[in-house]
């Protein structure tokens, strides 16, 4: 899925469990590594969690994910790899964070709309607080869902792009949450953020970007 077959440190994952048995935790770590004693998703009976995070690969390729107790289904979505090397991709530059909230008028940032059932607005990332109009490939942004209306789940993607399969964040009714991933722009610089069911509010923090890389 366009990750080289070589010269790869790690990976930039969302993972997505869902139907757990019983109360469990996962952890992601190195194929043919030690299992660490952190997790990476803690869930309870029947949740469904996603998070976002990089993982280090082992020195065949893999990633292991480590089902502490009962059984669950679980999902690996790849969206990004690092460079081993340093001679390829792109620098990661760090922004002072730069905030766009649905129902918060302290931010100067422009307004995003209240998440609505079954649909995806675009947010304008490229250009915006610090984040180059042109010359960035990603952005690495903190997206926190609060008082959603009923259960559900966000998924973020390219803008212009289909809806992919995978969520980002899962919630139950009231809930609030927030996860940190890095995301490719897409149309124009923007960044489409679906909503499966019921609304909620939405805040977005861009904490920084991927920039083109040497030329």
Same mark, same amino acid.
């Given at each position: ?14 993972? +997505? ?9 996962? %952890? ?5 590594? +030690?299992?660490? !004693?952190?997790?990476?998703?803690? /869930? ?30 679980? /999902? ?6 690092? %460079? !081993?090397?340093? +001679? ?6 760090? /922004? ?30 490229? &250009? ?32 212009? #792009?289909?809806?992919?399969? +995978? ?9 609030? /949450? ?7 722009? #897409? ?9 499966? &069911? ?7 923090? @861009? ?7 040497? @030329?």
């Amino acid at each position: 899925a366009g990750v080289p077959s070589s010269g790869v440190a790690g990976v930039q994952l969302v993972l +997505t469990a869902t139907h757990a048995s019983a109360p469990t935790h996962l %952890s992601v770590f190195p194929g043919g590594a +030690t299992r660490p !004693s952190t997790s990476a998703l803690n /869930l309870r009976v029947g949740q469904a969690r996603a998070a976002s995070f990089a993982a280090a690969v082992g020195i065949d390729g893999t990633i292991s994910v480590f089902n502490n107790s009962g059984s669950v289904t679980y /999902l690996v979505d790849v969206v990004g790899w690092w %460079s !081993s090397t340093g +001679t390829s991709g792109g620098r990661l530059v760090a /922004l002072q964070a730069y905030s766009l909230r649905s129902t918060d008028d302290r931010t100067s940032g422009a307004p995003a709309a209240k998440l609505q059932s079954g649909r995806s607005i675009d947010i304008v990332l490229g &250009g915006v607080g610090g984040v180059p109009g042109r010359g960035a490939r990603a952005v690495v942004v903190s997206v926190t869902v609060s008082r959603p209306s009923s259960r559900s789940h966000l998924t973020v993607y390219p803008a212009g #792009g289909p809806v992919p399969d +995978t969520s980002n964040l899962n919630w139950g009714v009231g809930e609030t /949450l927030t996860t940190t991933f890095v995301l490719p722009l #897409g149309r124009n610089g923007a960044v489409s953020f679906y909503n499966a &069911g019921g609304t909620a509010d939405l805040a977005v923090e @861009v904490r920084g970007y991927i920039d083109a890389g040497p @030329v």
